[in-house]
């Protein structure tokens, strides 16, 4: 009855022009577990993405017609009316903010997050950088990523672990675990053998903000709701005013065309073309200053963890490995019921940041869907969901260190660190571009799993070198120098 209730009752509103608007906010209590609990997750595909605003733990808040409400009522519930209005945004922001209709002071503004990281940059600066990597769409904000290594003044050759948040303005949990595990890493550095040995063995960015000034628009308690960017699709000169912006996370240009939608109305919106949006080229430009081996994205929400990818029927060729880390991760991570751990799927193939880093960059990039049943947790919820993620991150981290190759090109006469393709013909297909080392330091680090693999290392002006058999032992990375001969 409550999926009914709310699934036909969106429809009536939709396409009947003279339905009965939603007007009510409603409170129930003592939500049936069959009705939290989808295939292990909490999916709002199952709901009515309008009409249903939370659904945490028992406790749902709603949006209902005067009819929905006495269905409710009928159906065996007891609904408590929070607040009548005729319009949508005082009701999602009683809603989803709370009492006071702001956001409360456990989560943080980008502006509180870039002035402690700038103290940590100041008080720890052999430890940990800012860089600025572009600036938003609409306000031309800074969006800064931080760099955290044992000497984080300047670019090192090690392994490349990224973490990035809020590609999506009303998932904030994201920016809060990225932020706390900032901190963590500069501050327990020389104090906790763990931190202390990721630190030094690799070369650590995070990005707790993507989306500036659609996190600002939430943040600063205009619109819980905000998804998008803040971009003024119309140019009518009136920007933060629903539903305009684009969808961050559908701007990339793997399979752009396929994800996300065509429509500036749609939550989806892609935009004009790939990277049409300044955030997409930040993080762009990041990826052009620094490869990665590992990577999480966070959003919300779901409790499940994403990894490219199945497209067509068919998976990733690095399937194995991607299901086995993501399990990794999540097997890490409790939930909020504290009666398992998250799940993993593989998600599509389309112009989200996830398959544009494994399948453009070769890097092991995963979505985590953080919490279960909102974006915006209730104050009490916070501090568990930021502590539960960290040991997600701590999983990552710790496999970052191998197995798996390093592979590092030189040219033969002059030990010239080279930039070179390196390409594993028995695994990957066309499905993903060739991936290869970079020019700074010649270095290409690939996660793989124990066994014998052929490499084939080329770069145009020298000849091929091939490598047959080619031996990853388990445990650290397996180093492979090459040093490549001029064509004469």
């Given at each position: 009855?409550?999926?009914?209730?709310?699934?036909?009752?969106?429809?009536?509103?939709?396409?009947?022009?003279a339905a009965e608007p939603r007007t009510l906010l409603v409170e129930v209590d003592g939500v049936p577990a069959k009705e939290q609990r989808k295939g292990g997750r909490f999916d709002y595909s199952d709901y009515d993405r309008v009409g249903l605003l939370s659904l945490v733990r028992d406790r749902a808040m709603l949006l209902a017609t005067r009819a929905e409400f006495t269905a409710l009522q009928h159906a065996g519930f007891h609904p408590v009316r929070v607040l009548e209005s005729s319009d949508p945004l005082a009701l999602y922001k009683r809603g989803l903010y709370g009492p006071t209709l702001a956001l409360p002071a456990v989560y943080h503004t980008y502006d509180q997050i870039v002035a402690r990281a700038d103290e940590l940059v100041k008080a720890h600066p052999q430890r940990i950088a800012r860089v600025q990597i572009g600036e938003t769409t609409q306000y031309h904000r800074p969006i800064y990523a931080y760099r955290v290594s044992r000497e984080a003044r300047q670019m090192q050759d090690q392994p490349g672990v990224l973490f990035d948040?809020?590609?999506?303005?009303?998932?904030?949990?994201?920016?809060?675990?990225?932020?706390?595990?900032l901190q963590k890493?500069?501050?327990?550095?020389?104090?906790?053998?763990?931190v202390t040995a990721w630190v030094d063995r690799h070369e650590i960015y995070l990005?707790?903000?993507?989306?500036?000034?659609?996190h600002n628009i939430v943040t600063s308690g205009?619109?819980?709701?905000?998804?998008?960017?803040?971009?003024?699709?119309?140019?009518?000169?009136?920007?933060?005013?629903?539903?305009?912006g684009v969808d961050v996370n559908r701007g990339y240009d793997f399979n752009w065309a396929m994800g996300g939608s065509d429509q500036p109305d749609s939550d989806r919106y892609r935009g004009e073309h790939p990277f049409s949006e300044a955030e997409n080229r930040a993080m762009r430009h990041l990826l052009e200053l620094k490869s990665f081996v590992l990577s999480i994205s966070y959003h919300s929400q779901g409790e499940v963890i994403y990894?490219?990818?199945?497209w067509n029927g068919q998976v990733a060729p690095d399937d194995a490995l991607l299901r086995e880390i993501a399990g990794e991760v999540a097997g890490r991570i409790p939930t909020m019921d504290g009666h398992g751990t998250y799940a993993i799927s593989p998600g599509g193939a389309s112009s989200q940041s996830y398959v544009w880093l494994y399948g453009r960059k070769g890097d092991f990039d995963f979505i985590v869907e953080t919490g279960k049943g909102t974006h915006l947790f209730a104050p009490e919820e916070v501090p568990g969901i930021i502590a539960a993620n960290l040991e997600g991150a701590a999983a990552l981290l710790h496999r970052a260190r191998g197995p798996g190759l390093a592979v590092h090109v030189t040219d033969a006469a002059t030990s010239r660190p080279l930039a070179a393709e390196v390409w594993l013909p028995r695994m990957e297909n066309n499905t993903v571009d060739r991936r290869g080392t970079d020019g700074t330091f010649g270095h290409y680090w690939r996660l793989l799993r124990p066994g014998h693999y052929e490499l084939i290392i080329s770069r145009p002006g020298y000849q091929t070198a091939v490598r047959h058999d080619v031996t990853v032992a388990p445990g650290d990375w397996t180093p492979l120098e090459v040093r490549l001969q001029r064509e004469k």
């Open positions: 009855m409550w999926k009914k209730c709310f699934s036909l009752g969106l429809l009536a509103a939709v396409i009947g022009g948040a809020c590609h999506h303005s009303d998932e904030i949990m994201g920016a809060e675990i990225v932020f706390t595990l890493l500069v501050l327990d550095y020389g104090r906790d053998p763990a990005v707790p903000v993507v989306n500036v000034d659609g205009h619109d819980p709701r905000w998804r998008k960017n803040a971009r003024d699709v119309n140019g009518d000169g009136v920007a933060g005013v629903f539903p305009e990894y490219p990818w199945s």
